[in-house]
């Protein structure tokens, strides 16, 4: 299933629902927590042109008890395996452009490297497991979290007191305009974001982490885009772990 990007800040898909099937657009999304409060997501995150969420995380946080879409599918035989990998792709400021792909029931083996490992979800809600520590240049911090790597949050969301020493030993500063932390330039290369899961690091480049308006910085752990455009994303269901892999970018 391909998903179009719009300025590396939002990516968006289409789904049918119904026969005959009726064309929705729709930011597919493993959690909800993010968007639905509104009053934390930066202005310039504010105004999303879709119909819908497609919710892809599991049933026991469903609302209602609802059957999410991929469990179904899942329960009706219909994936060859319990598991589907996300690829998001670097394209920078462009507008509805080819910019990812959904894979269903299989690992991408053709967009992603071989799996460099999985993690053990620490529960079965969202995609959720433990980070043991992050690290920008001269800063690091080896406290351990629980994270969520979440397909429609367009930054990666930390701790307050994190991001603001994150953003310091990036050399970036606040602004009330965005609601984001800013480069003094957008030629000024900063150190790669280095987060360790489980037994490995993984290393989040400076083309995935700016944009030409902002740092992706913003309140409590969530691993969004940047790290997709890095690292696929596999989340398997069935054994209730996650696995990571390179992005081959084009």
């Known amino acids: 299933s391909q998903v179009n990007d719009y300025d590396d800040a939002q990516y968006v898909g289409n789904i049918t629902i119904g026969t005959p099937g009726q064309l929705f657009q729709v930011w597919y999304c493993i959690i909800i ?69 959904y894979t269903y029931g299989a690992v991408d083996n053709v967009n992603c490297g071989p799996v460099i490992a999985y993690q053990p979800l620490t529960t079965a809600t969202y995609y959720q497991f433990k980070m043991s520590s992050v690290a920008l240049g001269t800063y690091s911090n080896h406290k351990g ?12 969301s930390a701790p307050v007191d994190i991001v603001e020493r994150i953003a310091a030993a990036a050399g970036a500063r606040w602004s009330k305009a965005v609601g984001l932390y800013i480069l003094p330039s957008c030629n000024d290369q900063i150190p790669p974001l280095k987060l360790t899961i489980g037994s490995t690091t993984y290393e ?44 081959l970018q084009k």
């Open 145 to 156: 979290w629980q994270v969520i790597s979440d397909t429609g949050t367009s930054l990666i």
């Open 204 to 247: 989040i480049d400076y083309k995935n982490m700016v944009i030409p308006v902002s740092l992706h910085f913003c309140p409590s752990w969530i691993l969004g885009d940047p790290f997709f455009r890095q690292y696929c994303q596999i989340y398997d269901v069935g054994n209730k772990r996650m696995g990571f892999a390179n992005s």
């Open 33 to 101: 927590m993010f968007i639905m409060n509104a009053n934390s997501i930066a202005p310039f995150f504010k105004n999303a042109a879709i119909d819908g969420i497609l919710g892809l995380a599991f049933q026991s946080i469903a609302e209602e008890n609802v059957v999410p879409p991929f469990i179904e599918a899942i329960n009706q035989h219909l994936v060859d395996l319990p598991l589907f990998t996300v690829w998001l792709e670097h394209k920078g400021i462009q507008e509805n452009v080819p910019g990812g792909i």
